[in-house]
């Protein structure tokens, strides 16, 4: 076969393969990805609901448990959720997971998720997404550091007392603490009974603590902001009204005589 008809059979092949491709995109794939998205879109309602709800996401553990899938400590709610849908624990669990936090953070709130995630281009694209959308990405040692930066700077601790003797500080650690197990009691009271000074420990609720401050003050900015703008708006329609009332009305008309506006 001379190389002009290997081309023109390769041409037609190749061709014929991206018919089918097209075909395939347009019918099979498509119909897929909606009924992907759709059981999605119900795992992310779920996610919404225990977001913000530590009773239910107990609830959620314990049906883990029961069917003996018990989630780690570190198992985050996303990954919890898909992995009782979808039975398993892979590489495309953790995506579906992923997708549920970034959308959770990112996707504005009268925007479906599967509106959502065909506006990025698809479930990789949104795993693809960094949830810090400007700056630098935030590191471990970043929460740390701010934690002990805000904590420090806290007026009025939550409680004060005596510590114990088996209860100390690390003296090899950079910081005085120490991360204590507190029992919770019905009647809203707690009883501390142990503590923990392993350096990884503390390391891992500074974090944590890290973490929640900084969500909370981006929360609290965003308030502000928002109340800054509404006011300095009002001002302007303030300032800007008389402007444009004096400007269309050179001309006022009383019993149908003209007389210039003051």
């Known amino acids: 076969m001379s190389t002009n008809d290997y081309r023109k059979t390769l041409e037609t092949t190749l061709d014929q393969i991206a018919h089918a491709r097209a075909v395939w995109e347009e019918g099979s794939l498509k119909a897929a990805n909606e009924e992907l998205y759709a059981i999605l879109e119900r795992c992310f309602a779920v996610?919404?609901?225990m977001k913000e709800d530590t009773a239910k996401r107990r609830t959620l553990n314990a049906l883990l448990?029961?069917?003996?899938?018990?989630?780690?400590?570190?198992t985050s709610l996303?990954?919890?959720?898909?992995?009782?849908?979808?039975?398993k624990e892979g590489n495309r669990e953790q995506a579906y997971a992923r997708v549920l936090g970034i959308s959770y953070d990112l996707k504005p709130a009268d925007q479906s998720l599967t509106s959502y995630i065909e506006q990025c281009g698809g479930v990789e694209e949104v795993r693809r997404t960094s949830k810090i959308k400007d700056g630098k990405t935030m590191?471990?040692?970043?929460?740390?550091?701010?934690?002990?930066?805000?904590?420090?700077m806290a007026r009025i601790p939550v409680a004060t007392f005596d510590l114990p003797e088996f209860i100390q500080p690390n003296s090899e650690y950079d910081e005085d603490y120490v991360v204590g197990l507190i029992r919770c009691n019905?009647?809203?009271?707690?009883?501390?009974?142990?503590?923990?000074?392993?350096?990884?420990?503390?390391?891992?609720?500074?974090?944590?603590?890290?973490?929640?401050?900084?969500?909370?003050?981006?929360?609290?900015?965003?308030?502000l902001e928002a109340a800054d703008v509404a006011k300095r708006r009002t001002e302007d329609v303030k300032t800007f009204a008389p402007k444009l009332f004096a400007s269309m009305s050179h001309k006022v008309r009383i019993n149908g005589e003209a007389i210039p506006a003051e």
């Open 186 to 223: 019905p009647d809203g009271t707690g009883d501390l009974l142990f503590g923990n000074n392993d350096a990884k420990v503390i390391d891992t609720v500074l974090i944590a603590s890290g973490k929640y401050l900084d969500q909370k003050a981006q929360d609290d900015q965003k308030g």
């Open 47 to 49: 996610f919404v609901e």
């Open 78 to 87: 996303g990954l919890k959720v898909i992995r009782y849908v979808f039975g």
């Open 65 to 74: 448990t029961d069917r003996a899938m018990k989630p780690r400590s570190n």
């Open 139 to 152: 590191t471990a040692e970043d929460y740390k550091q701010m934690a002990v930066m805000g904590l420090n």
